[in-house]
């Protein structure tokens, strides 16, 4: 398992920042996909905005998108009717069990 899968496993968002270029490395990895620079393990800011959403039956899912870099697809756990791209969303949890999974809440 990488750190990234290990990490969200016991509830941890946590991605590679590059300390030369303060880029967020997304996908995560052990070096800056912009300029190879070093990059340290950080915690990601819970608070995200909503991309796009679609919905079937009473399930939302979503692409939410953190630090203006970090796009991730999850769920919303409450039934809203009138979801608008750039709303603030919350991220509640997340997990990984063979896949990531995000779970987010309307802010």
Same mark, same amino acid.
């Given at each position: 398992m990488t750190r @990234?899968e !290990?990490? /969200?496993?016991?509830? #941890? %968002?946590? =991605?590679?920042?590059?300390?030369k270029?303060?880029? &967020?490395? &997304?996908p995560?990895?052990? %070096? =800056? #996909?912009? =300029?190879?620079?070093?990059? $340290? &393990? /950080?915690?990601?800011?819970?608070n +995200?905005?909503?991309? $796009? %959403?679609?919905?079937?039956g !009473?399930a *939302?899912f979503c692409? +939410? $998108? %953190? $630090?203006n870099?970090?796009r991730?697809?999850?769920t ?6 009138? /979801?608008?791209?750039?709303?603030m /969303?919350?991220?509640? *949890? =997340?997990? *990984?069990?063979?896949?990531?999974? @995000?779970? @987010?809440?309307?802010s």
């Amino acid at each position: 398992m990488t750190r @990234f899968e !290990d990490e /969200l496993s016991r509830n #941890n %968002f946590v =991605c590679s920042k590059c300390m030369k270029c303060i880029h &967020w490395v &997304w996908p995560p990895s052990e %070096f =800056c #996909n912009k =300029c190879l620079g070093n990059v $340290e &393990w /950080l915690h990601v800011p819970s608070n +995200a905005t909503l991309v $796009e %959403f679609s919905r079937k039956g !009473d399930a *939302y899912f979503c692409i +939410a $998108e %953190f $630090e203006n870099s970090i796009r991730v697809i999850g769920t919303i756990s409450e039934p809203i009717s009138d /979801l608008i791209p750039g709303q603030m /969303l919350i991220l509640e *949890y =997340c997990t *990984y069990d063979k896949t990531p999974k @995000f779970v @987010f809440k309307i802010s």
